[in-house]
Nanobody
Framework: QVQLVESGGALVQAGGSLKLSCVAS????????VGWYRQAAGKQRELVAN???????NYADSAKGRFTISRDNAKNTVYLQMNSLNVEDTAVYYC?????????WGQGTQVTVSS
């Protein structure tokens, strides 16, 4: 059974930084694409960034220049370093894993940015 466990969400002031982590189990991590999505209250879930098995990254326009996604295959972990946070970044952040035959979501971690 594939499981994803996110951590690192917190309350932070505008302009601050956070690093989210997502640990995967039950899968061959090095061959999957993993990504971060977020869902703000009353809005649809949206892609923040993802990273392929080859290390290729993809960012939403809102994340470019501020957020960095990375992965450590030895630790089955994907990270999201978020800098220069603003109130619009407030959301539940979800980790998603995409394998050839399935996709799995994590339970989410809350990020709240105060002004």
């Amino acid at each position: 059974q594939v499981q994803l466990v996110e951590s690192g969400g917190a309350l932070v002031q505008a302009g601050g930084s956070l690093k989210l982590s997502c640990v995967a189990s039950g899968t061959v991590f090095r061959i999957v694409t993993v990504g971060w999505y977020r869902q703000a209250a009353g809005k649809q879930r949206e892609l923040v960034a993802n990273i392929g098995s080859n290390g290729r990254t993809n960012y939403a326009d809102s994340a470019k220049g501020r957020f960095t996604i990375s992965r450590d295959n030895a630790k089955n972990t994907v990270y999201l370093q978020m800098n220069s946070l603003n109130v619009e970044d407030t959301a539940v952040y979800y980790c998603k894993l995409d394998a050839p035959a399935y996709s799995v979501w994590g339970q989410g971690t809350q990020v709240t940015v105060s002004s």
